[in-house]
């Protein structure tokens, strides 16, 4: 329904500049108030790079292959970043994952564990393809400190895949917040800041509506690297560094203010990326 919605909307000019009033109505009503001393409300952190999944959508997917699986975050960074989270008193949420695999990094469950430890009251969870799950695995996660995972089951044919079906038959004994989404490896869900291998919508101008994703989120990569947001699955437009930087004088940057300043105001020209962007929240 949403590839079909697109393709009716975006393929009619007139129908695009009504339906974008619209939502533009709908997006400012949302705009968070963000004051110049706001912080961010969550951070998704990227400790393996790589993705074992080949969906056709994903810039970062094994099909594309431009991602490595030695790429591993430090230990020594990853300390760093929750430990400049306590000192923050952030209160927000905990993204283990972000354009990735999570399950892939083996010490995940010891990382959601210390992260537990400093932040004892944040929300953690994290989004995974399901294909490495199990029962103990997700058990010991939820053990550790994780409050929600979402699993994209990615078939083609709509069945769920082995791994998830053995969670689903253990449902009752999961000491977390589970959901399964029925996903297709080929579906389209935006051209991902122009990023996407099966975008199928290239804009002639960018979009006059606001995106509030950098408004409140902040990106980390295994490097430290921080890219401009979620969306950016190939750092093209980087921020700072973890490893160089705190993440308060990052996100409190002169250049990250003035992107978040453009977007509020609905202007997606202030960066390569948005310029290409077709997300409409």
Not at 4 to 14: L, V
Not at 77 to 106: R, T, V, W
Not at 169 to 197: C, F, K
Request: glycine share 6%; charged share 25%.
């Amino acid at each position: 329904m949403k590839l079909y919605f697109k393709q009716h909307i975006y393929g009619n000019r007139f129908l695009l500049k009504q339906y974008l009033k619209g939502k533009e109505m709908f997006i400012r009503n949302r705009i968070p108030r963000i004051g110049e001393n706001t912080l961010f409300q969550k951070i998704f952190i990227e400790t393996v790079s790589y993705c074992n999944n080949d969906c056709r959508f994903c810039p970062a997917s094994a099909r594309v292959g431009l991602k490595n699986r030695a790429h591993v975050m430090s230990e020594t960074l990853y300390q760093k970043i929750i430990k400049e989270l306590a000192d923050l008193s952030f209160a927000g949420s905990m993204a283990f994952h972000c354009n990735n695999e999570p399950l892939l990094d083996e010490r995940l469950e010891s990382f959601i564990s210390r992260a537990r430890a400093l932040l004892k009251d944040n929300f953690f969870y994290l989004y995974s393809n399901g294909t490495l799950i199990n029962k103990e695995l997700a058990q010991r996660l939820f053990g550790a400190g994780l409050n929600r995972m979402i699993i994209s089951n990615y078939n083609d044919s709509h069945e769920l895949l082995p791994q998830v079906k053995g969670l689903i038959d253990h449902w009752s004994d999961m000491q977390g917040e589970m959901i399964v989404d029925y996903r297709h490896t080929h579906e389209y869900l935006g051209n991902r800041a122009g990023e996407s291998p099966n975008a199928q919508y290239i804009l002639e101008k960018p979009l006059d509506i606001a995106c509030f994703r950098p408004l409140t989120e902040i990106v980390v990569g295994y490097d430290g690297t921080v890219p401009l947001c979620c969306a950016d699955g190939l750092w093209k437009v980087t921020l700072g560094n973890a490893q160089r930087s705190t993440l308060s004088e990052i996100w409190f940057s002169q250049r990250f203010k003035e992107v978040r300043t453009a977007l509020g105001k609905g202007d997606r020209g202030c960066t390569e990326i948005c310029s290409l962007c077709d997300n409409i929240l």
